[in-house]
């Protein structure tokens, strides 16, 4: 791994990120999306914005709105020329700034991001490594053991839920364990008139409110880690050396641990590093299911409210840690597995 | 009859996969004609009712009905994945072609495009393209988006082996027979290439209806028409699960989780087909 290497991999790293930046401020321009403006209008469909319903707008009245929508425009600096809105974003995003929410006006997206990051990375992290744990050691021992009757019953059944997506999973699991019997909580991050602090009581009802969100992944998730590291053992089985060291006498744990298993789990880690890239998006929907605090249910809740400044803000964190993490595979794995020679990008 | 019999044994998990997929179609092809579509109507019926002699499947809380709801729910979803499905696989084996075949330059941006988009999660692209739309989007156009973002699989399998045929002497004897470029490939090559193509459009078709239900669940999808991952939203939306209403959400999850395992079985029996090397995993 040369320095050039290096180099050209995290400018391509800032590329992406200015990429996703720049498309992400574009879109919404380019469909002509008055953010304000929709909002606005829902609140005064409702009666709030000018306290009439808009079916009963008179002419001052829809003046009247012109003029709140032209305040708040100003107020977020949507007034200004495309170029100059463009320049400030920008600079904004690379100072993190990721403006105010439209519906929580004083509160700013950053903030409310950082306040729903450690729930998703914690319980969907934990979940992630603990399914990748499980299914590894599951793929290859439905290989390494082909004769197992637990593996050939319990087996199919694991990598059959690999199919289902994670939220139908946790609507059952809801079902069955929170509400017809109430092992767990139904929905939330922790009891109910709880204030988030370091003590033991808050840290139990957090793991208590965690632990169904966290089954219905790791439930699914396994099957997919399972298939994958059936795959490579497969493949690993069949290499030379590993009938070499079978014919000079190592034991089979030796040769499972050691030999077997150490080079199929290469492509396994290199997954599982894009996989808590991606540890964002893919607890989205279970996090709608429980109505845990993280950043999935704070997406869905900007969707509802036409929140943008909110939705883009998320979106700009989900491309920064995607990116982040095929940057941290391509400058590691040239450092773990020698056969890897990057030359050419 | 023997011979059907012998195909079946040697490949449960597509016999399997077939049949349950078959299934779901059907009822999706056939229910529409015995239902009234009226019963999907906001207000058609008594809210809140559970199943009985009335209403099959029971009412939601805005009094729908939900048989006629899922079955036609069924068939919109099944849409949209064959739609996004086939225009994925069509997109995505073109270029593996291009790529393949061509080689050089259009075979470097090719491989850099799928490369940096499979890393990209489908549903943020999903959610950015629906939250920037003004109107709600129709299921034909969910349909179009996902065919968008689901080329990437296919490419790359049939990509890898197109390089590996192109090589080998019944092409060359092909190319000396005089055979022109479309001969090559229809006739040599794809004859070849149909099981790589089939677990393609079955990860194609699996991946689309996993997208269109993952935006509709987060009720960014199509507001007026009852596709599964709609019912699903509404019933979330409703807090259907905790207000014991499981007459409301247990049956599109049943159908799309039997979806899933019936589109699961079929791409690993038709794996087994494509890798030979995967049946000695048992």
Redesign the interface.
């Known amino acids: 791994m040369t320095k050039g290497y290096v180099a050209r991999r995290i400018a391509i790293f800032f590329l992406?990120v200015w990429l996703a930046a720049s498309?992400?401020f574009l879109?919404?321009h380019?469909?002509?999306?008055n953010p304000i403006r929709q909002r606005l209008a829902r609140l005064q469909a409702f009666g709030v914005a000018s306290g009439v319903t808009a079916s009963r707008a008179t002419g001052e009245e829809k003046s009247l709105f012109e003029e709140t929508v032209k305040t708040w425009e100003r107020k977020f600096g949507l007034d200004q020329p495309l170029w100059k809105q463009y320049i400030r974003y920008i600079g904004d995003i690379a100072r993190f700034d990721l403006g105010f929410s439209i519906v929580n006006f004083p509160a700013s997206v950053l903030k409310m991001i950082l306040q729903a990051l450690p729930w998703t990375v914690l319980v969907i992290g934990i979940a992630t490594i603990m399914s990748f744990t499980l299914g590894s050691i599951l793929g290859a021992l439905?290989?390494w053991r082909?004769n197992s009757p637990l593996l050939?019953i319990l087996g199919p059944p694991v990598l059959?839920l690999?199919?289902?997506?994670y939220?139908?999973l946790g609507?059952?699991l809801?079902?069955l364990l929170?509400?017809t019997w109430a092992f767990f909580p139904?929905?939330g991050g922790y009891d109910y008139g709880r204030v988030p602090d370091v003590s033991w009581g808050f840290i139990l009802s957090a793991s208590h409110h965690a632990i169904l969100p966290a089954l219905s992944i790791v439930l699914a998730q396994i099957g997919f880690w399972g298939l994958h590291m059936?795959?490579m053992?497969?493949?690993v089985q069949?290499e030379d050396y590993m009938q070499f060291a079978e014919a000079r006498g190592l034991t089979d744990r030796r040769l499972f641990l050691r030999y077997a298993m150490r080079n199929a789990i290469l492509p396994q880690a290199t997954n599982l590093a894009?996989t808590l890239?991606?540890i964002i998006?893919?607890g989205?929907?279970v996090e709608?299911?429980f109505s845990y605090p993280g950043i999935g249910t704070l997406?869905?809740n900007a969707?509802?409210n036409l929140d943008?400044f909110v939705?883009n803000g998320i979106?700009f964190i989900?491309?920064l840690s995607?990116a982040l993490s095929?940057l941290i595979i391509d400058l590691v794995n040239p450092i773990l597995d020698p056969r890897i020679r990057y030359q050419q990008a | 009859m023997n011979a059907t019999l012998q195909w079946v044994s040697h490949n449960k998990l597509l016999t399997a996969g077939l049949v349950i997929v078959t299934i779901l179609a059907l009822i999706s092809i056939i229910g529409p004609h015995m239902i009234d579509e009226e019963g999907t109507k906001i207000g058609y019926a008594m809210p809140d009712q559970p199943p009985g002699r009335e209403y099959l499947l029971g009412t939601d809380t805005v009094g729908r009905q939900l048989l006629p709801t899922i079955i036609s729910g069924m068939g919109l979803t099944l849409r949209v994945g064959i739609i996004a499905g086939a225009l994925g696989l069509a997109i995505g084996v073109v270029l593996a072609f291009i790529s393949g075949f061509y080689g050089g330059l259009p075979d470097a941006i090719i491989r850099g495009a799928a490369d940096?988009l499979l890393?990209?999660?489908v549903?943020?692209l999903l959610?950015?393209?629906a939250?920037?739309?003004?109107s709600a989007l129709t299921v034909n156009q969910v349909a179009l988006l996902l065919a968008g973002i689901t080329w990437m699989g296919a490419t790359r399998i049939i990509r890898s082996q197109v390089l590996s045929m192109r090589e080998r002497a019944y092409l060359e004897v092909a190319r000396a027979s005089g055979a022109n470029g479309l001969q090559i490939i229809f006739l040599e090559l794809m004859p070849n290439l149909l099981p790589y193509i089939a677990v393609s459009f079955v990860g194609a078709v699996?991946q689309a209806i996993?997208g269109s239900?993952?935006i509709e669940?987060?009720?960014?999808g199509p507001q007026n028409e009852n596709t599964l991952g709609m019912t699903?939203y509404w019933s979330?939306y409703h807090s259907s699960?905790?207000r014991?209403l499981?007459w409301w959400?247990?049956p599109p999850?049943i159908v799309?989780?039997l979806l899933?395992?019936g589109?699961?079985?079929m791409s690993a029996g038709l794996d087994r087909i494509a890798n030979p090397?995967?049946r000695?995993?048992?």
């Open positions: 992406i498309l992400n879109l919404p380019l469909a002509e999306v439905m290989v082909k050939n059959a690999s199919a289902i997506p939220y139908l609507v059952g809801v079902f929170a509400f139904i929905s059936r795959g053992m497969v493949t069949e894009l890239g991606l998006t893919q989205v929907l709608v299911v997406l869905f969707i509802r943008f939705i979106v989900i491309v995607v095929t | 940096t890393t990209v999660p549903l943020l959610v950015v393209v939250s920037t739309l003004t699996a996993l239900i993952g669940a987060l009720g960014l699903i979330l699960q905790v014991g499981w959400w247990a999850v799309i989780i899933f395992i589109l699961f079985l090397r995967l000695r995993a048992g």
